[in-house]
Nanobody, 123 residues
Framework: QVQLVESGGGLVQAGGSLRLSCAAS????????MGWFRQAPGKERENVAA????????YYANSVKGRFTISRDNAKNTVWLQMNSLKPEDTAVYYC????????????????WGQGTQVTVSS
């Protein structure tokens, strides 16, 4: 069982930065692939970024490539999403997800999800 708690969301002006954190409980965090998703009102959930358990592979949506960076520290049971050059279209609730299979994280069918943190980017 893994519990995920996101933090770091807030209100920022366009062009600004935020760093989201996802703290995980459970002794097997280091064996889980992790991902960040977002969902804006009226839109489908979007896979923003994902990372394998070893940090050997990462995935980024085209919409965030070059602006967002996913990273993790297995010793701290934490995964981060550094978001730079934020745009109003990045406004959404951001969710952290975990699964033993990277493919399931990419597919959005992870076993474990956090409650989400709101990110609002003003123009």
């Amino acid at each position: 069982q893994v519990q995920l708690v996101e933090s770091g969301g807030g209100l920022v002006q366009a062009g600004g930065s935020l760093r989201l954190s996802c703290a995980a409980s459970g002794r097997t965090f280091s064996s889980y692939a992790m991902g960040w998703f977002r969902q804006a009102p009226g839109k489908e959930r979007e896979n923003v970024a994902a990372i394998t358990w070893s940090s050997g592979n990462t995935y980024y949506a085209n919409s965030v490539k070059g602006r967002f960076t996913i990273s993790r520290d297995n010793a701290k049971n934490t995964v981060w999403l550094q978001m730079n050059s934020l745009k109003p279209e990045d406004t959404a609730v951001y969710y952290c997800a975990a699964d033993s299979r990277f493919g399931r994280v990419l597919a959005g069918t992870s076993d474990y999800w956090g409650q989400g943190t709101q990110v609002t980017v003003s123009s």
